[in-house]
């Protein structure tokens, strides 16, 4: 995983065709290129930066050792404007195809786990319900894009996981860490989390089929027609499983059942390239004791949604100013059920949000490097029959009885503007995002930020910066007040300021880095219990004053014998101690140790063994349900995946938590043992 690919037998590229596009690789490096040599590793690594390298065409020349390539883009996250590799300022984290490939995963959450910085808290396996967090953040704190679109929800952050796009479908998935603000604006936090999909090259379509353990099934399928300048592609999914437990009545309350779509198109010729997506996810599943207390032990949840998006994306440029403008919509339906089937019990809550956004993003060339300017205007619409201000009239919810009483609106809007220094051996890229929210009564914030990358040679890169960014609290953490819950609807908006410093050394078949950080947060909302209150003790939604945390991560990469390895660590540590009495639920839980290391191994032919294994110490407390404190205990797991390769199809069998451990990323829910999968791939 996270490895650098190489072809051990070095050949000369020769770039005939450029397309004559902004996105193209010499038009990123801001000169004119009248001859140039690179190597096949310059295209394909991605340890520290995005790269596409997806349509490779034949060359049929007489020149025999020429290959005519078109490159789709080469572009970095960590800055507004798209910036190749050698010149990227800040570092970014890609899983890329071949990561996903090899993965014993079956969905986004899981893949993540193996990220070093990340800290990914289930509530249930395969992504049934999954909290994503950065360098000791909280799930909230993370801004999740989808090709560049941001699709958070601002009802709550413990479903944005549910997608509508299948592993395979991933180009790469790009992680960076730290405040985002003027690369994203609000909600980038602690960082951020891009999910970038493209339709398959070439007119194709494919099949999988799973099944394992717990009643687990799945079957997907894709098909792809391009004409010419058109590409659509659409796909689509089912899964299920019966879970790993039962209630105390015996019932399933892990059980899990979802479907999904999702249609993808691109359009492109010389002066424009227009992108679209529209997906739909539907899921439902058996939270168990998600949300149990020990003074609601409720081990019968229920919980259900249903996500759309839809987005257009759009390339262009007038002169030397390249524009891309997006518009989007998200519409996010949420039902949970107390007590599963029983509303007399406890009601329903419904809930159902709205986001609109328009975004347009320019940037241009001229002597003094790369300038970057744009805004954004999103809003932010919630109806819900528990969370809000009184509406002025209700809304009935569809398939029921009742009406949305309750709801909120707000828009958030945020200029930004980028400049990027490009020298030889130098990139400072510098910049603000002003931001102004409706709610609140929110004045114009300017967050500024710099990096500053140094180059002394080919091997070596240096790397610094300082960013600082925000976050609006989620309707969740303001509104919620029901069984133990009491939010606070006045909570401050969150505030991060962050230092980095940091080192890489890269060649051809090693590569190793470093990285210091130290965040300093304020108004850091988090949920809260004084157990001294015993029976009347609730949790409560509350801006801490002050929260800083210092950490490190190394990571070390080897590629040798047509076999990959790598490893990683990480180490956070906070200056905000737990007063006495007090459990902290999210913020002051995190993870200060996390190691993960990873083997690809070609065993045999075309049998290859993919070994994971992770190992965590997570600190914090929780009160079980007979009252009693427990301390989270550290825990290692070994994944395995093994695979056999053919052109038109492929199996493999998988293995989660192979030596059956009993570990708990939350308090109350125990996580599932050994977890075994078999499927099968057929390519048409």
Same mark, same amino acid.
């Given at each position: 995983m996270y490895k650098p690919t190489f072809n051990m037998k070095r050949q000369v590229l020769v770039f005939r065709h450029f397309g004559n596009k902004g996105y193209s690789l010499f038009a990123c490096l801001g000169r004119e290129v009248v001859c140039s040599v690179l190597s096949v590793a310059t295209l394909t690594y991605a340890s520290a930066e995005s790269v596409s390298t997806d349509p490779v065409v034949s060359d049929s020349a007489s020149m025999t050792t020429a290959r005519e390539m078109m490159l789709e883009e080469v572009?970095?996250? /960590?800055?507004?404007?798209?910036?190749? @590799?050698?010149?990227?300022?800040?570092?970014?984290? %890609?899983?890329?195809?071949?990561?996903?490939?090899?993965?014993?995963?079956?969905?986004?959450?899981?893949?993540?786990?193996?990220?070093?910085?990340?800290?990914?808290?289930?509530?249930?396996?395969?992504?049934?319900?999954?909290?994503?967090?950065?360098?000791?953040?909280?799930?909230?704190? %993370?801004?999740?894009?989808?090709?560049?679109?941001?699709?958070?929800?601002?009802?709550?952050g413990h479903n944005a996981m549910d997608l509508p796009i299948d592993l395979s479908e991933i180009v790469r998935i790009e992680v960076l860490?730290?405040?985002?603000?003027?690369? *994203?604006?609000?909600?980038?936090?602690?960082?951020?989390?891009?999910?970038?999909?493209?339709?398959?090259?070439?007119?194709?379509?494919?099949?999988?089929?799973?099944?394992?353990?717990? /009643?687990?099934? @799945?079957?997907?399928?894709?098909?792809?027609?391009?004409?010419?300048?058109?590409?659509? =592609?659409?796909?689509?999914?089912?899964?299920?499983?019966? /879970?790993?437990?039962?209630?105390?009545?015996?019932?399933?309350?892990?059980?899990?059942?979802?479907? @999904?779509?999702?249609?993808?198109?691109?359009?492109?010729?010389?002066?424009?390239?227009?992108?679209?997506?529209?997906?739909?996810a539907d899921k439902g599943w058996g939270s168990s004791t998600f949300y149990a207390s020990p003074k609601w032990q409720a081990d019968d949840q229920y919980e259900h949604t249903t996500k759309l998006y839809?987005?257009?994306?759009?390339?262009?440029?007038?002169? @030397?100013?390249?524009?891309?403008?997006?518009?989007?919509?998200?519409?996010?339906?949420?039902?949970?059920?107390?007590?599963?089937?029983?509303?007399?019990?406890?009601?329903?809550?419904?809930?159902?949000?709205?986001?609109?956004?328009?975004?347009?993003?320019?940037? !241009?060339?001229?002597?003094?490097?790369?300038?970057?300017f744009g805004a954004e205007i999103r809003n932010e619409d919630l109806m819900s029959g528990n969370l809000g201000e009184p509406l002025s009239e209700p809304h009935a919810i569809k398939g029921t009885n009742r009406d949305y009483t309750l709801g909120l609106n707000r828009t958030n809007i945020s200029g930004y503007l980028e400049h990027n220094l490009l020298l030889e051996?130098?990139?400072?890229?510098?910049?603000?995002?002003?931001?102004?929210?409706?709610?609140?009564?929110? +004045?114009?914030?300017?967050?500024?930020?710099?990096? %500053?990358?140094?180059?002394?040679?080919?091997?070596?890169?240096?790397?610094?910066?300082? +960013?600082?960014?925000?976050?609006?609290?989620?309707?969740?953490?303001?509104?919620?007040?029901?069984?133990? *819950?009491?939010?606070?609807?006045?909570?401050k908006p969150e505030e991060m300021q962050a230092f980095e410093a940091g080192a890489q050394y890269s060649q051809q078949t090693l590569t190793i880095s470093a990285t210091l950080w130290h965040h300093r947060g304020r +108004?850091?909302?988090?949920?809260?219990?004084?157990?001294?209150?015993?029976?009347?003790?609730?949790?409560?939604?509350?801006?801490?004053?002050?929260? +800083?945390?210092?950490?490190?991560?190394?990571?070390? =990469?080897l590629s040798i014998l047509n076999s990959q !390895?790598?490893?990683?660590?990480?180490?956070?540590? =906070?200056?905000?101690?737990?007063?006495?009495?007090?459990?902290?639920?999210?913020?002051?839980?995190?993870?200060?140790?996390?190691? %993960?290391?990873?083997a690809l191994l070609p065993l045999w032919k075309q049998l290859t063994l993919g070994l994971n294994f992770r190992w965590q110490d997570r600190v914090g407390q929780y009160t079980d349900f007979d009252g009693i404190v427990q301390d989270y205990q550290p825990y290692a797991l070994v994944d395995a995946r093994l695979s056999w390769q053919q052109k038109k199809w492929k199996l493999y069998l998988e293995g989660n938590n192979l030596f059956d451990k009993d570990y708990v990323d939350f308090g109350h829910v125990e996580e599932p043992g050994r977890w075994l999968i078999v499927g099968m791939n057929l390519s048409l």
């Open positions: 572009s970095i996250t /960590g800055s507004r404007a798209p910036l190749t @590799k050698s010149q990227a300022a800040r570092m970014v984290t %890609v899983l890329d195809r071949a990561d996903i490939a090899q993965a014993p995963v079956q969905s986004i959450n899981d893949l993540l786990k193996y990220a070093v910085g990340v800290d990914v808290r289930q509530r249930g396996p395969i992504g049934t319900q999954t909290d994503i967090s950065i360098r000791g953040g909280t799930q909230d704190q %993370v801004i999740l894009l989808l090709n560049g679109i941001n699709i958070c929800d601002p009802q709550t860490e730290g405040p985002a603000g003027r690369i *994203y604006g609000s909600s980038s936090l602690v960082g951020a989390i891009n999910i970038v999909t493209r339709p398959a090259p070439t007119t194709s379509a494919d099949v999988t089929v799973e099944g394992g353990s717990y /009643g687990y099934g @799945k079957v997907s399928a894709r098909a792809n027609l391009r004409q010419g300048s058109w590409n659509n =592609q659409v796909s689509a999914g089912y899964n299920r499983s019966d /879970g790993y437990s039962r209630s105390k009545a015996g019932t399933l309350n892990t059980d899990f059942s979802g479907s @999904k779509a999702f249609y993808q198109g691109q359009y492109a010729d010389n002066d424009v390239r227009i992108r679209w997506h529209l997906g739909i839809s987005a257009i994306q759009a390339e262009t440029s007038i002169g @030397k100013l390249r524009l891309m403008p997006s518009i989007y919509w998200n519409q996010n339906y949420d039902r949970y059920e107390g007590y599963r089937n029983h509303p007399e019990k406890m009601k329903y809550n419904y809930n159902r949000t709205d986001i609109y956004g328009i975004n347009l993003s320019s940037y !241009f060339d001229w002597a003094a490097g790369r300038t970057a051996h130098l990139t400072v890229s510098a910049g603000l995002v002003a931001v102004k929210n409706t709610w609140s009564n929110m +004045n114009m914030t300017i967050y500024p930020g710099i990096d %500053v990358s140094y180059r002394p040679d080919t091997h070596w890169t240096l790397h610094a910066s300082y +960013n600082t960014s925000l976050r609006m609290p989620s309707f969740t953490e303001m509104y919620y007040k029901l069984q133990g *819950y009491a939010a606070d609807p006045h909570l +108004n850091m909302i988090d949920w809260i219990m004084d157990t001294s209150l015993g029976d009347e003790a609730v949790w409560q939604s509350v801006n801490h004053t002050k929260v +800083n945390s210092l950490g490190f991560e190394v990571k070390a =990469q !390895f790598s490893a990683s660590y990480s180490y956070i540590d =906070q200056d905000k101690e737990q007063e006495p009495n007090i459990v902290s639920q999210y913020a002051l839980e995190y993870l200060r140790h996390k190691f %993960v290391a990873n």
